[in-house]
Nanobody, 121 residues
Framework: QVQLVESGGGLVQAGGSLRLSCATS????????MGWFRQAPGKEREFVGG???????HYADSVKGRFTISRDNAKNTVYLQMNSLKPEDTAVYYC???????????????WGQGTQVTVSS
């Protein structure tokens, strides 16, 4: 059973920063593309960004320049650094593992439990 464990969510004021972590099993980390998604109430789950094993990244236009995805291969962990947060960034954030990079949630095989991020105005 592949497990993805997220942490780091919370409440922050607009303009602030948070860093989310997603810890995985070693096999997952080396094999899969790791994506971050978010889902706000009443909305569909949307792609935030992702990272390959070698470090190449992709970002949604809505977060480019504000969010950064990185990975620590020694710790089998992926990070989502979120800066200049806006109220519209409020959502449950999920990490996911898939065999290819994709903007579509259905293409991912494994999911974390999600962590709430709330940005107050």
């Amino acid at each position: 059973q592949v497990q993805l464990v997220e942490s780091g969510g919370g409440l922050v004021q607009a303009g602030g920063s948070l860093r989310l972590s997603c810890a995985t099993s070693e096999r997952t980390f080396g094999t899969y593309y790791m994506g971050w998604f978010r889902q706000a109430p009443g909305k569909e789950r949307e792609f935030v960004g992702g990272i390959w094993w070698r470090g190449s990244t992709h970002y949604a236009d809505s977060v480019k320049g504000r969010f950064t995805i990185s990975r620590d291969n020694a710790k089998n962990t992926v990070y989502l650094q979120m800066n200049s947060l806006k109220p519209e960034d409020t959502a449950v954030y999920y990490c996911a593992a898939g065999v290819r990079s994709s903007l579509t949630a259905a293409d991912y095989d494994y999911w974390g439990q999600g962590t709430q991020v709330t940005v107050s105005s």
